[in-house]
């Protein structure tokens, strides 16, 4: 089975350690690839039980990498790899001989990836120990997190989730894959992805800048703090006060059984009254105003309308009190099933424990019962990228020892091409997809040469703040034609688009992706070198009872764990602060499975459905703790409002002047014994010390801190915000030449946007290259700003065009700006 898998043809030498390096091991493991992990004589550097799982169907080999022969038997290996994968700090590596340059002497074809918390080349931040933690809190993931928070006065705030890892292992994965898809033209390469750079990536959303904001996309949060700041009003509301500020079609309601139950289905045009009809409140729903959301707001008929977030203040707490009193006449398992069924995004909150026995997670593959781990029997998170049909997605074993002796009978790669361009360069993709998760796939394949064409309906099934607000970034580098499906013309025009492409993408369940006529079965008969890229929010490599139940990255959020965390508990859930947390994640995932698929493609022929999921992405952004077996410690990770940090040495804290966090967690009291103002705390019991810290640390100022304790493996940084990592990093596109491999951070604000408005986007630097070409995509069209041309590319005629504009079976425009105000 293993010899059919999607890269069993690929070899991989995974030098990792801790978190980043270790996941795209498995990542690349889960897809079939035969993965060593290179442990040092004392054993791996994490010693935890999250590494059984990260560790799973991988081979181990011990290497001493300080002796002459450790490193000459690593150069003997590594002329027989594919792939190279080290997240030691910038330097280490070529320290120990086995640099990227050294090697790709001895392979030229060899795709060498490296993983620093902060690029290599910024002089400022090169040198920082890389803790997961510290990444977080210089990119400025800990400080203004959420609307909720930011209400509260709750700032900074500390959260337990490898954001940074997630990000960066999964363009780690993706990146490789490409690598090797494009191999045959440009040879090997070595790729820098710092943690930093794809962390500040995957929070784009919480950084976009649009110039003179209209007030019409503004939830009532966000109102609510414009109101308080420009009249100088303390941020002080309690959790229970929030309530007010919540949309009905956004918030948790508590059931009959004590459970929240999440519901997330404004924006979509069907999804508020398919919510109201489930809890028999229909009558309500005829009475709410229903119209187009592309309609400027001086045009509107009323204060809102049903396919427009968020609901009006005249209407919205009538609609929270009705729904609020439906929800506790049935238990949360009840309702569960009644969205489900009704097509109604919604899901019941859990605890990470609870998702990792939950019968859809392990029925569906999301979650896995591994056997024989050191720890015997361990349910673990499942893939996070999966071939449809691939045998051994749902199968893994242990890590097992290598034979050094079989390593080497393996062939040495031979010389290959050494050219340079886009690794997708050519590479047609169709665009199926809405949202954030799924036009994700198509805009970051942009960047890697890809060409890339949106199809969307003609009249909008989203409103503006998810197609166009969010689209600025998301529908970057792609050309957009209308088409209506539901016709003759409209379905003949797509077919003749999928004859062109090479890749589809498309976000919805097997259901969805059926009645568009995108079955595996008639994908096959029509190319079988076909590529669909699918995510959904519940799927697995096999199917569950909640597989064709709709959701969004919170619900996802709310099924797997992370909000109930985040919160503190089931009485006070909270959405893990940033927006579109899990959905850009997924959409990097999507681009992990199609790696594979494109691999082997090359291998065999065949094409068929790549897959990922918002609850397997759910899974990543928690891999650290998504496990369980028999005797396992308490899932006690930091969680709740109060949360600042992870024991003593590993916290935030507040100095004289400023707020900064302390990373020293395999110094501990070493670090503070170098210290003169620090040494007399160095013996204090951890129960004691954090106080003794707390007050400590307020007597000076951050930069006293930081000179100080910045020393080996201990570093002090400041709580940066993302607002001012954007505005520290940005460069304007009509002026400067736009550097995407120097500094770690990079932000363009696009002053020349179809919009007409300008517009600070992340740059597109988390993956640097050597040979490989990133390009910077183009700015997001307006939608259907290309129909004529890509139908008249596919063989229409001038007047056969008019006429399917003229019928509506394809369309020019949405609305008449292209942001709706």
Not at 676 to 701: G, I, M, N, Q, Y
Request: glycine share 10%; charged share 20%.
């Amino acid at each position: 089975m293993t010899d059919t898998r999607p890269l069993s043809h690929i070899r991989v030498l995974d030098f990792g350690h801790y978190l980043a390096g270790p996941l795209v091991g498995m990542m690349l493991a889960d897809l079939g690839a035969e993965v060593i992990r290179i442990d040092p004589p004392q054993g791996p550097r994490f010693d935890d039980p999250a590494f059984d799982m990260l560790s799973r169907g991988k081979k181990t080999l011990t290497l001493d990498l300080k002796s002459d022969a450790g490193r000459d038997a690593a150069v003997e290996l590594v002329k027989r790899a594919d792939v190279l994968i080290e997240n030691f700090r910038p330097g280490v590596m070529d320290r120990l001989g086995l640099g990227p340059d050294r090697l790709r002497t001895v392979n030229d074809q060899l795709i060498y990836l490296s993983l620093p918390g902060f690029a290599s080349t910024d002089p400022e931040l090169a040198h920082l120990p890389a803790w997961e933690a510290v990444i977080a809190a210089y990119t400025g993931q800990f400080t203004d997190m959420g609307l909720n928070r930011r209400l509260m006065g709750i700032n900074p705030s500390f959260t337990p989730l490898t954001l940074a890892s997630a990000y960066g292992a999964s363009f780690g994965a993706m990146a490789v894959q490409f690598a090797l898809a494009a191999r045959d033209r440009n040879g090997g390469d070595h790729i820098e992805v710092p943690l930093a750079s794809a962390l500040l990536e995957g929070l784009v959303y919480n950084c976009e800048q649009v110039e003179d904001y209209p007030e019409r996309y503004k939830s009532p949060r966000e109102v609510e703090l414009d109101r308080r700041a420009s009249q100088g009003l303390p941020m002080n509301l309690s959790f229970e006060a929030l309530s007010e500020f919540l949309d009905p079609f956004y918030r948790t309601y508590t059931c009959a059984d004590g459970r929240g139950f999440y519901v997330v289905s404004g924006s979509v045009a069907t999804h508020p009254r398919r919510v109201l009809e489930t809890l028999g409140l229909k009558d309500l729903a005829d009475e709410l105003p229903d119209f187009s959301a592309y309609l400027d707001t001086q045009d509107w008929p009323a204060e809102w309308s049903m396919r427009n977030y968020p609901v009006g203040p005249s209407d919205r707490a009538r609609v929270s009190t009705a729904m609020k009193q439906a929800f506790l006449t049935r238990p949360s398992h009840e309702w569960e099933e009644l969205f489900g069924t009704a097509k109604a995004p919604a899901t019941a909150q859990r605890f990470s424990q609870e998702w990792l026995a939950d019968p859809h997670a392990l029925a569906s593959g999301l979650v896995l019962q591994v056997e024989g781990t050191q720890r015997g029997t361990m349910r673990q998170m499942g893939n996070v990228a999966w071939l449809a049909g691939d045998p051994g997605a749902a199968d893994k074993t242990p890590a097992t020892p290598a034979d050094m002796k079989t390593l080497l009978a393996a062939p040495e790669r031979r010389s290959g091409g050494q050219g340079t361009g886009g690794w997708l360069k050519g590479l047609k993709v169709l665009d199926l997809t809405n949202v954030i998760a799924g036009p994700t796939i198509g805009s970051t394949l942009a960047r890697y040469g890809a060409e890339v064409t949106l199809v969307q309906p003609v009249e909008p099934s989203v409103d503006p703040w998810n197609t166009v607000v969010f689209g600025v970034h998301a529908q970057r580098g792609k050309e957009s034609v209308l088409l209506n499906l539901r016709t003759e013309a409209g379905q003949d025009a797509l077919a003749r688009l999928i004859a062109h492409a090479d890749v589809i993408t498309m976000n919805g369940t097997d259901e969805q992706r059926d009645r568009l006529g995108l079955s595996p079965d008639r994908l096959a008969q029509i190319n079988p070198r076909l590529i669909l890229v699918q995510l959904d929010a519940f799927g697995g490599p096999m199917r569950g009872p909640k597989s064709d139940h709709l959701g969004y990255d919170d619900l996802a959020q709310a099924a797997t764990g992370v909000m109930v965390r985040f919160g503190g508990g089931m009485e006070t859930p909270e959405e893990h602060a940033h927006f579109g947390t899990i959905d850009v994640l997924t959409g990097f995932c999507a681009c992990v499975a199609l790696g594979a698929a494109l691999l082997r493609l090359q291998e065999t022929g065949q094409g068929g459905v790549a897959r990922a999921s918002l609850a397997g992405a759910g899974n990543l952004i928690q891999a650290q703790f998504m496990y369980d077996y028999d005797g396992r410690e308490p899932f006690d990770e930091p969680s709740g409002r109060e949360a600042l940090g992870w024991g003593p040495f590993y916290h935030c804290y507040q100095a004289s002047d400023d707020w900064f966090f302390f990373a020293a967690p395999t110094d501990r009291s070493a670090a503070l014994a170098r210290v003169s103002d620090l040494a007399d705390l160095a013996e204090l019991p951890d129960v004691e010390l954090h106080a003794a810290l707390s007050e400590r640390f307020r007597t000076k100022p951050l930069a006293h801190w930081r000179e100080h304790l910045t020393y080996g493996s201990a570093t002090v940084v400041p709580m940066a915000s993302l607002h001012d990592t954007r505005d520290a990093s940005l460069q304007l596109e009509s002026v400067d030449e736009i550097d995407l491999t120097q500094s770690t951070f990079r932000v363009i604000r696009h002053d020349q946007h179809p919009m007409g408005r300008w517009c600070d986007l992340v740059a597109p630097n988390a993956v640097r290259p050597q040979s490989g070409v990133i390009t910077i995509p183009g700015p997001a069209p307006k939608y259907g700003a290309d129909t004529r041309v890509i139908l008249e590319r596919v063989g229409y005629s001038d007047a056969q065009i008019t006429d399917m504009i003229d019928s509506g079976a394809a369309g020019e425009s949405w609305s008449e700006k292209y942001l709706p105000t």
